[in-house]
Structures are given as C-alpha cells and as structure tokens.
C-alpha cells in the first residue's frame, strides 16, 4: 500500500525471516466479511514487484525512537522517516524452557511439531482457541487428551451451545476428504537438510494462516484414526519428567475409556502432566495452544511506549503509537480509541491484514497533511473461518461480550448440519455465531450495522419457514 502511495520514496521492509506473508484468493464476502489464504512467498517477489520496496532480513535489536534509528541483530543501522511496528506476537507457552512443551503459532513451530507427532501415541494439547481446535480435529492415529479451563470447547468462539454441536465431528470415525489447499509451500532453503531446531517462542516465525494445517501429514503412530478425551475446568498444574515422576510414586491415568473406570497407567512415559483436577497423564509431548503475546520486547528498551493491559503498543485510531513517527499495526497493537460498539481486537489474520491497509493509508496521509476517517472495517467485528469443515462466521458481540446480563440469546439448530445464535438487546442485533452453509450473513451483518428495531418479529427472526433475507433487502 505504502509502495504504491509513494513510488519514488524508499520503502524498507526488516523482517527475521526469508519469506514474507502474502494474500491470495482474496474475496469481499460482504460489506465487512473478508476471505483469504495466507501464503509464505519469497521476499524478492515484493521487491520484483514493487522496485521501490527493499527486503532487510535481520531481526531488530534495537529501536532509538529519538534519533528516528532502527539497528538490526547484524549491525546494520537504518534512519526512518515514518515508522510502522508490525512484529505481531508469540506463543504463550505454558512452560518457558521444556523441551518437551511445543508452542504453536507459526510454519516452523507447525513443522516440529509434525515432526514429533510421527513418533508420537499421546499427546496433550493445552488451550482452547482456534488452533487447537484446528489441531485437535486434524490429529489422527494418537491419543489425544485435551486440556481446556473452560467448560466448553473453542470458548473464544463458540459457547456451549455450538461446542455441544460440534463435538460429534470430533468422535466421528468417517472423515470427510478435506477440500483441496490452494497454498503453496515455501522452505527455507537449505532447512530440509539439516535437523530443524524445536521453535521455541524466542524464534519467532510468522503466524499461521487460516488453512494451516492442510496438506500437513498430521499423523501418529497408531491405525485408529481418532481418539480424544476432553478434560474441563482444568489447566496444567505442572509438568513432571518421567524420573520425576517415578520418585512422586503417584500413579498416571490410561485413556479413558467409555465405561468410565479409572485404571492406572502401565506405561512409562517420556513426561507427564499434573492437572488442576488432580489428575496425571502420562505424554510423549504436550501442545501449548493457548494463544499470543504482542511481540513488544525488542523496542521497549529506551522507549517510552504506551503500553496496553494486554501488552500491546497502544495505538489511536490513526494507528500513531505514543511515541512521534511510529506507527503499529496486528498483534503487537492494542487498539485504545472508543471502539464500536459492535467491534472488539482480536489477534487474528482478518484485523492484521485490516490494520496493516489502514496504517499504511494513515501514515500516507500524515505525510500529505489530509485527514483522514477510522476505516470502515472497524465499524463491526466480523471473522470468517473453518472449524472441523464447517464454515463459521462470527459477527458483532457474537458472545455478548461487554453486554453485562442485558441481553438474550435466539437459537436455530439442524444436528450435523447447521448451527445459528443470535445476541439481542433491547430488540436490537447485537452479534451472531453462524456454523454451516446458513446464508444468513449477508443479512445479519446489516442487522447489526443499522441497529433496527426487531423487536415486533420475536421468535420469528430464526424461523427456517420464513426467509429472513426477503424481509430486510
């Protein structure tokens, strides 16, 4: 976008990794829902096909905000106009430093991972957002225990509800072909060579894009296909080397089996896991899914940002941080304007790409002295995605976030085949879960947007009789 504003400035991009993220497929589904892949493309791509536009790859070692002074891990010393800080965020990993505890969030974390899971007959997954939802589904021949402190499954997106309709795919021995992946995959050259070093959250690569996990071999050892026990309410208490675990003379837990009779575990395991319920498994490795932290560490020193409860840089609503000339845009901002009330931050593809088209139009409009309205993209949260090969559109409030005890949930259900909720308040839409092939976005999302008084319709809103769509065109 900058590239493009001003095609005879200098445009450096400093990156710590060979490739760069790129959109593709990309399609307007509706006024604010967006679908895209996320491809991993060379760098020298971009600088083909924007001259203006230089690939630095080192990582930064150290922002001097006052002299406009940007210097890399390899001595490189870089003077900048404008500044934007777009270095997203790293997996929150339950325990810094074990070996045997596997952050996912990026292509590299993902490969160590498929690594490990070939050797693997059980593994733990911790978390319960969007990638270990993904990851729990797609996990085939190895037994899987699946930590969540909720009661319910995928509660970033879902509530019980929706989990309740989603968890026979997960026991479901017949498994769909998956649709093809149209992404391509890029390796670091020379990295097939040699034995990949375990990401560990200091590596930081960049985050995964919303088909992931296709066209990775994500296989154990075992014949079965699938076999996952949900643990609730629970999170990990600590985590026990196997002599560790000899010398506790505790006793761990096989996998459950329906008739609900605890055994003891023969087995000896490379590591085991304490839960908060009191429960011990025995692993070959444990998955830490449980979300990001913004990527801010590298610029603090010397600089005095503001800082967001959530570890964000803050950001106004021109993406300015607190310091003159620097911008940030995705996971590692904290958005600190009124938001709408109908919108939210959430560290996820859609608002990085959102956020980093409209820094770039901010700060081209700083540099020409125009003004310039927060981008429509703000005015609704609205998140499109594929969970278990259902498609799943989030709009507005779609947990009723922030609404207190003042609002009411609308239901629709068809078993295995579509799930719709709804948020009222005061007779007004406030937000909307969709799972399955509902049609129902279109009109939901300018529901939403107009804030009409739907009071007069009451149940008849979700009746599948009635088609909704004809009366709000």
Not at 20 to 33: C, E, G, P, Y
Not at 437 to 459: H, K, P, R, V, W
């Amino acid at each position: 976008k900058l590239a493009m504003e001003f095609p005879s400035e200098d445009i450096f991009l400093i990156t710590a990794s060979p490739v760069i993220k790129a959109i593709t497929n990309f399609k307007q589904v509706s006024k604010t829902l967006e679908e895209f892949d996320v491809e991993e493309q060379p760098s020298s791509l971009l600088e083909e096909r924007y001259p203006n536009i230089k690939v630095m790859q080192s990582g930064v070692k150290r922002l001097k905000s006052d002299e406009h002074k940007i210097i890399t891990e390899d001595g490189k010393e870089y003077i900048y106009e404008k500044l934007c800080l777009c270095a997203g965020a790293k997996p929150k990993l339950i325990f810094e430093g074990n070996p045997y505890v596997l952050g996912i969030r990026d292509t590299d974390s993902v490969q160590a991972f498929q690594k490990n899971l070939t050797q693997a007959e059980r593994i733990v997954v911790v978390g319960n957002g969007g990638i270990a939802l993904e990851l729990v589904y797609e996990i085939q021949g190895c037994e899987v225990i699946w930590a969540i402190k909720d009661k319910a499954i995928g509660n970033t997106f879902f509530d019980a509800g929706a989990a309740e309709f989603l968890i026979p795919k997960l026991t479901a021995e017949k498994r769909e072909t998956p649709i093809e992946c149209k992404r391509t995959k890029y390796t670091i050259e020379g990295s097939e060579e040699k034995e990949r070093p375990i990401a560990t959250s200091d590596n930081l690569g960049s985050a995964l894009g919303p088909d992931w996990h296709e066209g990775l071999r994500l296989k154990g050892t075992k014949e079965f296909s699938h076999k996952v026990h949900i643990e609730i309410l629970c999170e990990v208490k600590k985590i026990h080397s196997q002599q560790e675990f000899i010398q506790l003379q505790q006793t761990s837990m096989t996998f459950p089996k329906e008739e609900k009779k605890v055994e003891a575990d023969e087995v000896l395991w490379p590591v085991y896991v304490e839960l908060t319920n009191g429960k011990i498994y025995g692993c070959d490795f444990i998955v830490s899914a449980t979300g990001v932290v913004p990527n801010v560490q590298p610029f603090l020193d010397g600089n005095n940002f503001a800082v967001g409860e959530d570890g964000g840089l803050k950001v106004d609503k021109h993406m300015h941080t607190s310091l003159p000339d620097i911008y940030a845009a995705g996971d590692i901002c904290t958005a600190s304007w009124e938001p709408s009330p109908v919108w939210h931050q959430m560290r996820l593809w859609t608002q990085a790409r959102q956020m980093g088209w409209y820094a770039a139009k901010c700060m081209a409009a700083d540099t020409l002295g125009e003004s310039i309205d927060l981008d429509f993209s703000f005015e609704l949260f609205a998140h499109v995605t594929k969970f278990f090969n259902y498609k799943v559109v989030v709009l507005g409030k779609y947990n009723a976030q922030g609404l207190g005890l003042d609002h009411e949930l609308m239901l629709r259900c068809t078993k295995g085949q579509e799930y719709v909720k709804v948020v009222m308040q005061n007779g007004r839409m406030m937000g909307a879960v969709l799972i399955g092939e509902t049609d129902l976005e279109e009109t939901f999302e300018n529901l939403i947007l107009n804030q009409m008084d739907l009071s007069a319709y009451g149940e008849d809103l979700l009746n599948p009789d009635i088609d909704i769509e004809d009366y709000f065109d």
